[in-house]
């Protein structure tokens, strides 16, 4: 069935990082910035520069806010495009949906039969994403939009599988932010839940603080992202980066 044509190449939105047509977990502890790391990635794809030392592939890109308001977004674009040297203007690619004052949020809620089904907000979220054609979409944060139970293997895999369709359905790549549990945490592993968030995804990106030798002072500014998970490319891909003023920097 292959013998007579070449296989496609693969595609990334981040090299080594996001692979294209997939859904890619970033998670994090909350305040740590890794809403802050995905709004730079919008902001490097619609602007087509740069993003924490990698380029991105330039489209556009929609960005699904169910914790920060629209108010705040709006400061923090500003600070990163004064920071980043980047025109508001060429912004025009970078779409941005408030969901903070909506009381449903779910994309997944249950039925009423022990499983879950897929709710109107999702068939609303996959209308617009069938009108705005966009390369990535941030999802922030899972526990927002996901209303099942989060150590249920079936129901993870059914909310994962349905984003896995609408990345191939619409030639996209999903970012879903999430926080780590306790032990994660303390691991490393930067999970919580079911083990089936991890396995379902392609690729799974974890952003922590700098671990700090015995006796040191801790650097409060500086992170490090690394690759938990990646079905694709290299495991173990670690990036420095400081917070400064508002923006990450490598």
């Given at each position: ?82 920071r ?11 779409h ?13 809620a ?17 209308a617009?994403?069938g ?9 922030d ?35 879903l ?30 952003l ?22 990646s ?20």
């Amino acid at each position: 069935v292959f013998a007579d044509r070449q296989a496609r190449p693969r595609e990334w939105v981040v090299k080594d990082l996001i692979p294209d047509r997939n859904v890619t977990d970033l998670s994090g502890d909350g305040g740590l910035g890794k809403s802050l790391v995905a709004l730079q990635l919008t902001m490097a794809m619609a602007s087509g520069t740069d993003w924490l030392g990698y380029m991105p592939e330039p489209g556009t890109t929609l960005y699904i806010s169910c914790e920060d308001e629209i108010d705040e977004i709006h400061r923090r674009v500003e600070i990163i495009a004064k920071r980043r040297d980047i025109a508001l203007e060429n912004l025009a690619d970078m779409h941005i949906v408030d969901l903070t004052n909506t009381t449903d949020t779910e994309f997944a809620a249950p039925d009423g039969k022990h499983r879950i089904a897929l709710t109107p907000i999702y068939e609303s979220f996959a209308a617009t994403v069938g009108v705005l054609h966009p390369k990535l979409v941030v999802l922030d944060t899972r526990a927002d939009v996901f209303g099942g139970d989060e150590i249920s293997r079936q129901q993870v895999r059914f909310f994962i599988r349905a984003l896995r369709r609408l990345c191939f359905e619409h030639d996209l790549a999903i970012l879903l932010l999430s926080h780590p549990s306790v032990s994660g945490m303390a691991s490393g592993s930067g999970q919580s839940g079911s083990t089936a968030w991890g396995n379902s995804v392609r690729s799974r990106l974890y952003l922590e603080r700098a671990r700090t030798k015995e006796g040191s002072e801790p650097d409060a500014d500086l992170r490090i992202l690394s690759t938990k998970k990646s079905n694709y490319g290299p495991s173990d891909t670690t990036i420095a980066l400081r917070w400064d003023a508002g923006v990450f920097r490598p």
